[in-house]
């Protein structure tokens, strides 16, 4: 089991959750956060700390975000997308993204 970043972090990429990860297990892409799922240590002092609500224990998923499991495996690996420890200034147009949904396809591999 481990922890989730769902499509609700895609264009809003704030980093709070960064700060408190004791193993470093989130990787940073363009426009979105990820989890490693063999690093998280599944101590979930992430989840409050997420201001759009973006992480979920694996259990907990919504139904509709399952196809996340698999999206933070595949892009936790990928080339450049590189671990971050430190929190960053979330992008300028951030707020304005933070209660969309359907965001999947703003993703930037």
Known sequence: M???VSESCIRCKYTDCVDVCPVDCFREGPNMLVIEPDECIDCAVCIPECPVNAIYAEEDLPADQLNF??????????????????RKPAPADADDWKDKTGKLSELVR
């Open 2 to 4: 481990t922890h989730v």
């Open 69 to 86: 499991i698999k999206i933070n495996l595949e892009l936790s690996t990928q080339a450049g997308w590189k671990s971050i420890t430190k």
